[in-house]
């Protein structure tokens, strides 16, 4: 019987970025799952594990530490899709400083590193990833992830069995710190009065109720959120119509403090107001 959607994920990405974190997550939300996959058997262990009924959900990492026969995973999927599959693909990502320092801390070489330098095997491997992660359903960077803020990404995402709705990540940031790399769409919150400049709301943020209140009571900001809710409704239905349930909305402003953090809990509670499980992630909170 083949899959219908929702029950079986390949999860892959960079060395360093999460992989085996989020395995651990899956197992404990009872998924079965399979670590370090040469693709050629991906099938097969659809085969005995899905469509036997031997486990309701199988996730299944496969990444560049099955060398060689990595390049197999594209025919892979595409011949799991000709089954009548429809695996969604989780692709962990991570800037370069991250993964080094995470590899020197675990003291592991790259496995693509070879004899050559760390970042060298690094290069090697987003080069590897390219296709993989431009074609993945849901792409996480880590970066600046804790082990549960990442958890609660996996959860909100793969939680539930029924899993029909489109799922959104509502990410504040500060343009000052960079675009977060995972997201899917982005607004900047800089047309509105910046807080800051209000001595007696400069010490708190956007999610106090003094800032809240100055962020979203000005005219500009209530017709951005009438008009921003109404386009992000209009995304839910064509992605879930084109088989995507996942997306990240990032919600920008100068230092990811004020104006990105009320307006980011006000999308999220008006999304989850019209039926979509949305996580909120204040990315650059603290920062200043």
């Known amino acids: 019987m083949a899959d219908q959607g929702g029950n079986l994920i390949i999860v892959s990405g960079m060395s360093g970025a999460g992989r085996s974190s989020v395995a651990d997550v899956l197992e404990d939300l009872g998924w079965f799952v399979v670590d370090n996959l040469p693709p050629m058997f991906l099938t097969t262990i659809v085969e005995q594990v899905v469509d036997t009924g ?17 390049d197999e995973l594209p025919q892979a999927v595409h011949d799991l899709r000709l089954q009548g599959h429809r695996p969604v693909t989780v692709f962990l990502e991570a800037s370069d400083d991250v993964i080094v320092r995470r590899q020197e801390s675990v ?11 760390l970042l060298t095997g690094i290069q090697r491997e ?4 390219g296709d993989i992660r431009a074609g993945a359903d849901l792409v996480i960077d880590t ?6 803020q990442l958890a609660a990404k996996i ?15 509502v990410v504040s940031f500060g343009f000052k710190y960079g675009i977060p790399v995972d997201a899917d769409v982005v607004a900047d919150m800089r047309f ?19 800032v809240s209140d100055f962020v979203l009571g000005h005219p500009l900001a209530q017709q951005f959120l009438q008009n921003y809710v109404d ?13 995507k349930r996942f997306v990240t909305v990032a919600i920008g402003c100068t230092g990811g403090k004020h104006r990105s953090v009320a307006m980011a ?10 039926g979509s499980p949305t996580l909120v992630v204040h990315r650059d909170l603290g920062r200043e």
């Open 54 to 70: 031997a486990a309701p959900r199988l996730a299944v990492v496969v990444d560049v530490r099955t060398g060689m026969f990595f």
């Open 107 to 117: 003291r592991r070489p790259h496995p693509l590193q070879g004899e050559g330098r």
């Open 126 to 129: 987003r080069e590897l990833l």
């Open 143 to 148: 970066s600046n992830m804790n082990i549960h």
């Open 155 to 169: 959860v909100n995402a793969f939680g539930d069995e029924e899993n029909a709705e489109l799922r959104a990540t």
């Open 192 to 210: 509105i009065p910046n807080p800051y400049w209000q001595p007696d709301l400069r010490p708190m943020t956007g999610q106090d109720h003094p």
């Open 231 to 243: 386009v992000l409704d209009t995304l839910r239905t064509g992605y879930l119509n084109e088989g």
């Open 265 to 274: 809990e006000e999308i999220a509670r008006r999304l989850r107001e019209k």
